[in-house]
Structure formats: C-alpha cells, structure tokens
C-alpha cells in the first residue's frame, strides 16, 4: 500500500500521524510526505528564546527567514527517517497563506496524480469558516485538488485520473466510543502506536527549534495520543475519520474488537510509563 501524507507543516505529519506511519514503514509500505509551507513563521520558539535571554547568540537571534526554514527541514528530514518515511516533498509556501489557491490546487492535484497514494491522510478541516487555521486551508486544499485529480482527462492533460481509495482526516478532538453520542462526530478508526510509541517520541525530539522536544513530546503523547488510546482500548492510539463509505462482503468486526476485554483492558492499556521508558536526552 501507499500512503501520502499532506499537511500544512513541517511537524504536523509527525504530531498527528508519526505513529500510525512508523507501523505502515514497519510492513513495507511506502510512505511519502507532502508539506505545503515551510513552517519559517510558526512556533519560531527557538529564536524567541534567544532574543528573551540578557546576551543572545547573534546567530539564532539574527537569523533570516532562509536559515530558519533550513533549520526545520533539518529537523523534519530527522523525523522523515526515525518514523520511516520514504520521501518528503516540501513546497515552501508562505505558512501565513489563508486562503485556497488555485495554483496550489493543481500542484496539489498533480502531486497526487504522480505518487497515485492509495491513501491519504490529511488535517480534518475543523471550522472551513476560520480560514485563519492554515490546517483547515490545507485539507480545503487537498480535497480541491482530488477532484481535480479525478478530474484529468488524457487527451486534454496528458494524465489519466487519479481517484484515491480512503481520505483519513485526523486531529478532530472527538473521542466518544459510540457511534451516537455527539451526534455520531468523532473519530471512527484507530490505529495502535504503543509498539512504535517511542519513535514518535524520538521523531517529535527532532523538532527542537519550536518546543516540540522533550517535555512537550512527553505530554502531548501521553494526552492526546493516551486520550485516543482510551477511546481504542489500547496504551496509545491516533485516531482518524475517513472521508467516505466503506464497502465489506459481510459486517466488519476487528480483530481488536474480537480480543477485546473490557474488564481487564483498564490494566494493560495503562501500564506504560512514557517518561520512565522514554527519559529526555540531558
Ligand atoms: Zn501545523
């Protein structure tokens, strides 16, 4: 299988889907990471520590935009290889863009009917009103431009359609585990990361220059990602909404579900202890 990423940021594709994508690296399936902008404005934490100290490094507190985006991709591509991503494409826009570009569609729509994903994983569009949320602008982006890559015709664009199979959107902060509550909005999948749970640690790690390391790793794992586990049945999950119908020959039950025990489950999906196993580097 292929799986393509496409997200807004540099750090997005670790924070919402470093895991799940580590297990999908983990049986040979090819990864790739679209990044739309260069991340140069967002979470400039590491240089506005440094103007904030009595005598800053003139270096990092004098850095231009050029230094700062070569920075993240630094960090990004140290990300890319502890979590087992094939390739990261980045397109260095503007991270302030609020707004759907139709250029961008078609790079977007052409990216995707180069790679031929079978799927795709991408922010859900949480509020397509604030287009102030650059990730909401990016899915907005990603769905413009799967139906232009279904869309192509080869006799007038020299490619064939694309259609892909599942649109996963992740970051929806919805955990009931029912379909009912909440008028059925929540994440409807889960995929398992407890066994690749300190590779998300260490990929997150990387992205030092805006405060994603150490603490903040720690806390964000065990919350969000322990938050998605309780709702999984497991120690750590990331949890996701797919865009369309499923299909099935008969009623799908998971294995998971088929293993499940809910009074015991309590124990073994509590038992890890990120900050004991995972110390943070001195
Ligand atoms: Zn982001």
């Known amino acids: 299988m292929k799986v393509m990423t496409i997200y807004a940021h540099p750090a997005d594709t670790i ?7 580590a297990r999908h690296a983990d049986v040979g399936d090819e990864v790739v990471a679209l990044i739309l902008t260069h991340g140069g404005r967002i979470h400039a934490n590491r240089y506005a520590e440094e103007w904030r ?16 985006v070569a920075f993240k991709k630094g960090e990004l591509q ?23 570009h139709d250029e ?24 397509p009103v604030m287009a102030a949320n650059t990730h909401t602008v990016a ?11 279904g869309a ?9 359609e694309y259609h892909v199979k599942q649109v996963f959107l992740t970051s929806l902060p919805v955990f009931p585990t029912d379909g009912l509550s909440l008028f059925g909005v929540r994440n409807d999948v889960f995929v398992d990361i407890t066994p690749v749970v300190g590779r998300k640690v260490a990929a997150m790690d990387c992205f030092d ?15 969000a990602n322990g938050e998605a586990g309780r709702a999984a049945g497991v120690n750590f999950a990331e949890g996701f909404y797919r865009l369309y119908n499923e ?7 998971t294995p998971a579900a088929m293993a499940d025990d809910p009074l015991t489950r309590h124990v073994s999906y509590s038992r890890i202890n990120l900050r004991a196993e995972y110390p943070i580097a001195e």
């Open 15 to 21: 924070t919402n889907c470093g895991g799940t994508l």
């Open 209 to 223: 220059s805006q405060g994603y390391s150490g603490l903040f790793a720690r806390k964000l794992i065990e919350s």
């Open 78 to 100: 140290r990300a890319a290889d502890i979590v087992g991503i094939s390739r990261v494409i980045t397109l260095d826009r503007d991270d302030r863009d609020a707004a759907l």
């Open 152 to 160: 192509y015709l080869r006799n007038l664009d020299g490619r064939a």
């Open 53 to 68: 100290k009595d005598a800053p490094d003139a270096a990092i507190a004098g850095a231009g935009l050029d230094d700062i």
């Open 139 to 149: 899915t907005t982006t990603v769905l413009a431009a799967l139906g232009r890559a």
């Open 247 to 253: 299909t099935h020959a008969v009623l799908p039950v």
């Open 104 to 127: 961008l569609v078609e790079t977007v729509a052409e990216q995707i009917a180069a790679e031929r994903p079978d799927v795709i994983i991408c922010d859900y569009p949480q509020n």
